[in-house]
């Protein structure tokens, strides 16, 4: 229903000019108290010494001179966190200040008397009185706007479940402090006012869906009791909108105690950390940390180069080694690792000598000694620790024995006058004979010589980790069923030998990582980041088990979120099916919420009813009803006339100002499709690695490079049968062909591909 009744718009309108002179004057206000505390943080600076009272008279006027310093930085630091506070405070105050709020609720309390009215936005807006004429859409209050239909409603407080009647739902259209329209509705949150946001063009920025916020979409937003909240959502249901209005959510629910440093997310790759970047600072928070797993366990180890998204995507595996990626990335081996590190307790830790100039300087065999000469119930953290504290002690000790050696003789022998007093405490430091200065440089110089051998016990180096992650390879026949896993032993150790050159080229595979990396921790008794209080996990199916039973342990003090779309694997590896089961064993069930988001709003109905039946054992997948036209498919009888066909539409396109995609299998074909495209004159971009940055217009971009994104249009290019034939595609072929929001063009050679053999035929045009 739409209430565009005259009166009761001029109301509105009236009550809006009211709230925006309110903001303005406190905008005025703000800016004068910023310009204040920031003159007087600047006198404070310029005349810092003169209040501060300085005696350097006997021990108790020092201390009151190091109070008085205190005091004034105090008072500085005071002044600089006013001063930003308000800055913050004011930039907020500009987002609102053309865009108040976007809805009203009236409502009943029970046992109050008449009904209230409230306002909604991305803020809280309170006057001097103190009253609230925006409330912030986080608010426990607010959660009646995106939940109920009209009659009674109950939402979430502080103080427990509250009841209310709700009695009008408006939500209004707002721009540059003008209503441009103002809808009633009945419903949740009503069709119109979602149809008119997701009929806009795409963007190379991802935007806020604050004002359309769909119910089920509120329930993982608000959801706090969760320790593992696990959304499996078809593609474009809003999982990764919602995961981010939830971090917005979290950083205003625990203001005070939890700050965006807190808060990390991984994302699928670069590409998309750029795509959503802008939506918390639109949403008036700080992002969180962002990164990818390869750059997670790719930072802790620099010395190797781990195997990165391309190579994942491109290489070519025999059944063999397959298999053992799998077994690799599984659950189980997770849980080998765990027990082979419990093993280490009483033996088979690979130790290095500690050299010192060259020379063996504690050997391995005395390190082995003294490690497993500590109590049979210490742990390996306490143990390692331990080694650590007598190497240094063994160090310390041999500074004397050390001193007495012909090198540091020759050394001091060889120093220019200048250069040995650079060895003195003070320049005209004194001794009290030629033996005392020998004595004090040689101790100096030896320390200094030490100091490097103490940072390599400090830092474990004396435990040679590459050759105990070979170790443990070579142990897994032994205390592992290889063959319930369908691994023979010869291919194990072929698998093993194969790992080894790879690690002597310094080059990681991405499964080994995790283990490699677990393994130091075990090891070393590293405990993860505690200091972690959320963690993220977007496009979660495309996660081995390993890889996020390692999460877990690496962030054990977070509460863990994770999106997936299990119909949406890039990577085609096995123990995906399992992945739920898997999880499962992670978190304590009671603190375990699933949920599902079944519709699909990035694409129309006609897309999303062609790319749902590309599915064989879909989930549920409801299209939004937006109309479009069909998706096309077009046979072309080669290569140059599918190249043809493709810069026509391309220019059809471009004349309609629509960012198109277009999606190859392959890095190469892009690569291909771009120089073609460039030989006919149409321009467009090549996204060719995780680096770059999405630009409107046209774009040729491999397919595990499009994960999460989304375009107005895309043409899957070369979806012939003799490129996507393996059942295992499927996935790619559904990711692929579900980044389109408006149309949708499938172009290919002899015959199409027969993973799009059983659409229905009612639900695309052909094109020949
Ligand atoms: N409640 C909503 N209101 C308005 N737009 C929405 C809403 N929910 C989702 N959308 C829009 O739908 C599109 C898809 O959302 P999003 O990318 O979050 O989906 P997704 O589930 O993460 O998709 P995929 O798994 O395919 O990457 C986006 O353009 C988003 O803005």
Redesign the pocket.
């Known amino acids: 229903m739409t209430s565009n009744n005259t009166q009761s718009r001029k109301v509105e309108q009236s009550r809006l000019d009211h709230v925006i002179g309110e903001i303005k004057k406190r905008q005025q206000k703000l800016t004068q108290s910023i310009k204040r505390a920031k003159t007087e943080e600047k006198n404070l600076n310029e005349h810092f010494y003169d209040d501060v009272k300085i005696n350097y008279v006997g021990d108790s006027t020092t201390i009151e001179t190091a109070l008085s310093i205190r005091q004034q930085q105090q008072m500085l630091m005071e002044r600089n966190n006013s001063w930003q506070h308000a800055s913050g405070r004011l930039d907020v105050l500009e987002k609102l200040e053309n865009n108040p709020y976007f809805a009203r609720v009236d409502f009943k309390e029970k046992g109050e008397p008449g009904p209230e009215t409230i306002y909604i936005g991305l803020s809280s807006f309170t006057n001097d009185k103190d009253e609230f004429l925006v409330y912030d859409w986080r608010a426990p209050i607010s959660s009646i706007y995106y939940d109920g239909k009209l009659g009674d409603v109950t939402y979430n407080s502080p103080e427990g479940k509250q009841d209310v009647n709700l009695s009008l739902k408006r939500q209004f259209i707002i721009k540059d402090g003008q209503i441009e329209n103002m809808f009633d509705t009945q419903e949740t ?1 009503g069709d119109q006012m ?1 149809l008119e ?2 009929n806009e063009k ?1 963007s190379s920025q ?2 806020t ?1 604050v ?4 119910q089920e ?1 509120n329930a993982i937003i608000r959801d706090t009791d969760s320790d593992l909240l696990f959304v499996q ?10 995961v981010l209005q939830r971090i917005a959510y979290l950083l205003y629910r625990y203001r005070g105690n939890l700050t965006s440093d807190q808060v990390i997310m991984f994302s699928p790759n670069q590409l998309f950390n750029d795509y959503v970047q802008n939506v918390l600072p639109e949403l008036g928070e700080q992002n969180m940390v962002q990164m990818t797993y390869w750059q997670f366990a790719s930072r802790r180890v620099p010395s190797f180069k781990v195997q990165n998204l391309f190579q994942q995507f491109e290489q070519e595996q025999s059944p063999a080694s397959e298999k053992i990626t799998n077994l690799k990335s599984s659950y189980a081996f997770f849980n080998l690792l765990t027990r082979y590190g419990n093993r280490l307790a009483r033996g088979g830790v690979q130790f290095r000598d500690i050299k010192f100039r060259g020379e063996p300087f504690i050997d391995k065999e005395k390190i082995k000694e003294i490690y497993y000469g500590f109590n049979s119930n210490y742990k390996l953290m306490n143990r390692i620790e331990a080694t650590k504290e007598e190497l240094i002690k063994i160090l310390n000790r041999r500074v004397s024995s050390e001193m007495k050696k012909k090198w540091v003789q020759e050394m001091i022998e060889g120093l220019s006058e200048e250069q040995l007093r650079m060895f003195y405490q003070q320049p005209d430091q004194e001794f009290e004979s030629g033996d005392d200065e020998y004595k004090f440089i040689a101790k100096r110089i030896v320390t200094e010589s030490l100091e490097s051998v103490a940072k390599y016990i400090n830092n474990f180096r004396f435990i040679n980790f590459s050759a105990q992650y070979n170790h443990f390879m070579q142990q897994v026949p032994r205390i592992f069923d290889l063959e319930e896993h369908g691994v023979t032993t010869a291919e194990w150790q072929a698998e093993v030998k194969q790992t080894l050159s790879k690690m002597k080229a310094k080059e990681l595979p991405i499964e080994d990582v995790s283990c490699y990396l677990y393994l130091y921790d075990l090891l070393t008794g590293k405990t993860g980041e505690r200091s972690m209080k959320f963690v993220f996990i ?2 979660i199916q495309d996660y081995t088990p390993f890889q996020i039973a390692y999460l877990k342990f690496n962030f054990p003090n977070a509460r863990f979120t994770m ?1 997936g ?1 299990l119909n ?1 694997t890039i990577l085609a590896t096995e123990p995906n099916q399992r992945l739920l089961a898997d999880i499962s064993h992670l978190f304590d069930p009671e603190k375990t919420s699933v949920a599902q ?1 079944t519709t699909s ?2 694409s129309t109905k006609q897309v999303t009813d062609f790319t749902r039946g590309i599915l064989r054992n879909g989930q549920k997948i409801t299209a939004f009803e937006r109309i479009g036209p069909k998706p096309v498919m077009v046979s072309c009888s080669d290569e140059s006339e599918m190249i043809d066909e493709l810069a026509d539409q391309l220019t059809a396109q471009a004349d309609k100002g629509l960012t198109t995609a277009v999606i190859t299998k392959s890095l190469q074909e892009s690569k291909d499709v771009f120089n073609l495209l460039k030989q006919k004159g149409v321009k467009s971009t090549l996204i060719g690695s995780e680096n770059q940055r999405l630009v409107e217009g046209t774009l040729i971009v491999p397919a595990y490079l499009a ?4 375009f107005d249009s895309v043409v899957m290019y070369n979806a012939s049968d003799a490129v996507y034939q393996k059942e295992s595609e499927r996935q790619l072929v559904y ?1 692929i062909a ?2 389109a ?1 408006h149309t949708l063009a499938i172009l290919y050679t002899n015959q199409k591909s027969r993973l799009l053999g059983d659409i229905d035929e009612s639900l695309y045009e052909v094109k020949i």
């Open positions: 949150i979602l946001v997701l795409s991802m935007k869906i004002t359309t916020i769909q979409q959502g078809a593609a474009g249901s809003g999982k990764t909108s919602a977007d496009e999106l779309d949406q988001l709003y990035r994960k999460g994104l989304e990711t579900s980044r929001m």
